[in-house]
């Protein structure tokens, strides 16, 4: 007697573990916005980026503005990592659907239920290898880049479907305003404003539950660990956030020269003898030619300033020195609406041959460059020679040029 017995714990399956007062569509709802915003970029500029290492002659990848891949990859970067949070506050305001009963209730809400299954498996995929991927770990055996493009059209394909099933939920909790959070005070009386000034806005299910985290917890829960994910590691692209990027693989001005490396000259399997004075550079053309690095450094030299984009999100500027693309191509008369195939002495891996399409080849401020900064080439920047073209994922900006050839 009088003395209170204490209630017995939740077990996860009870519906009660499951309260709180955001769990209804409204918010779910909301919840959903700046994660879709964030597929969206993160696919669009993903599908740039795939069409500008595999070209199709419908869309042609003009070179300028210079910097436009710059901006997309550092984007696709940004909106990925961004998701990663915003999909975790999402999973939890909707976790708990996971454990109603009975499981499926019909056939549709069968499909509708594995395609949210498909959903979250694609997305948690296509984040973490991405993030493997940006850190230059690669323990997988599969391509990265052909798992990766095509994860997306499932990501992107299931997410549309998904937005499909629940389109009249969607516009119901989009046309709901969303109260203040706490109940709104009437100005005059000073009284607590009780749910039927509310009505539209309040459901059932929020007056019966309380506690927990607020409306503006969560959004604040949200913009802060998208926001602080995205400040540690935007750094790597955007220069001037450099010294807070904590969690960047790359630093902008960290490497030698300056400039971060991708894959140093002993990892791609360079060795000082193939770069010494054994070294040349031929041009396959109608007159095929073939010049030493002395030759190269006697044609008339011009300076760029063009960035280093690579796909992995950190790019870097700096100011290049070499020969400019079209003078090495006249000289062997090859014609000017080929594409050239640039052919690295880094003989392993994917990254040895690359292709410049005429608009490229032609570009005035496409190079073979031969210094950053007036200082020859580092052996890791692709000494002797490399190739520097504007708006170009840094894979294609060749290092250890060795071969240029008409295809
Ligand atoms: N031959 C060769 N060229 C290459 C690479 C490579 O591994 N081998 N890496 C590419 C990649 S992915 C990038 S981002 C840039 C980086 O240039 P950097 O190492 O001089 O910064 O070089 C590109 N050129
Ligand atoms: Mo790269």
Not at 124 to 131: D, E, I, K, M, R
Not at 366 to 376: C, F, G, M, R, V
Not at 379 to 387: K, T, V
Request: hydrophobic fraction near 45%; charged fraction near 15%; include cysteine.
């Amino acid at each position: 007697m009088g003395v209170l017995e204490k209630p017995p714990p939740l077990k996860p399956f009870q519906e009660a573990a499951f309260r709180s007062k955001l769990r209804v569509e409204r918010i779910v709802v909301r919840a959903g916005i700046p994660l879709a915003l964030c597929i969206t970029i993160c696919f669009l500029t993903g599908l740039f980026s795939h069409f500008q290492q595999h070209p199709v002659a419908w869309l042609p990848i003009p070179p300028a503005p210079v910097g436009l891949y710059r901006v997309t990859q550092g984007l696709h970067v940004a909106t990925g990592i961004a998701a990663i949070p915003l999909l975790a506050i999402k999973l939890w305001a909707v976790y708990p659907n996971l454990f109603t009963w009975p499981l499926v209730k019909s056939f549709t809400n069968a499909i509708e239920r594995l395609l949210i299954f498909v959903l979250v498996a694609a997305m948690l995929f296509q984040t973490t290898t991405g993030v493997i991927n940006i850190t230059q770990w690669y323990p997988w055996k599969f391509g990265f880049t052909q798992t990766h493009f095509a994860m997306a059209f499932v990501v992107v394909g299931a997410l549309l479907l998904h937005l499909a099933f629940k389109a009249p939920g969607i516009v119901r909790a989009l046309r709901k305003p969303v109260p203040h959070d706490p109940p709104p005070v009437d100005a005059q009386t000073g009284e607590v404003k009780t749910h039927i000034d509310n009505n539209a806005a309040y459901s059932a299910k929020e007056e019966l539950v309380t506690g927990g985290i607020s409306r503006r917890g969560l959004f604040i829960a949200a913009a802060a660990s998208a926001g602080a994910l995205t400040l540690v590691t935007v750094g790597q692209t955007v220069n001037p956030l450099k010294d807070i990027a904590l969690l960047a693989p790359r630093i902008p001005d960290i490497g030698p020269q300056g400039i971060p490396v991708n894959k140093t000259f002993v990892r791609s399997g360079i060795t000082p003898a193939m770069v010494s004075s054994q070294y040349r550079l031929r041009i396959l053309g109608p007159t095929p030619i073939s010049l030493t690095l002395e030759d190269l450094n006697r044609l008339q030299q011009v300076q760029r300033e063009l960035p280093i984009a690579c796909v992995e999100g950190w790019s870097a500027s700096a100011l290049w020195s070499g020969i400019q693309m079209s003078t090495l191509l006249d000289m062997a008369g090859i014609d000017p609406a080929a594409t050239i195939r640039v052919t690295s002495l880094e003989t392993q891996g994917d990254y040895g041959v690359s292709e410049l399409q005429p608009q490229f080849a032609r570009d005035p401020l496409t190079l073979l460059a031969l210094s950053i900064n007036d200082e020859p080439l580092n052996l890791d920047h692709g000494y002797p020679a490399r190739i520097m073209a504007p708006n170009r994922p840094g894979v294609l900006q060749t290092k250890w040029v060795t071969q240029l050839e008409a295809i």
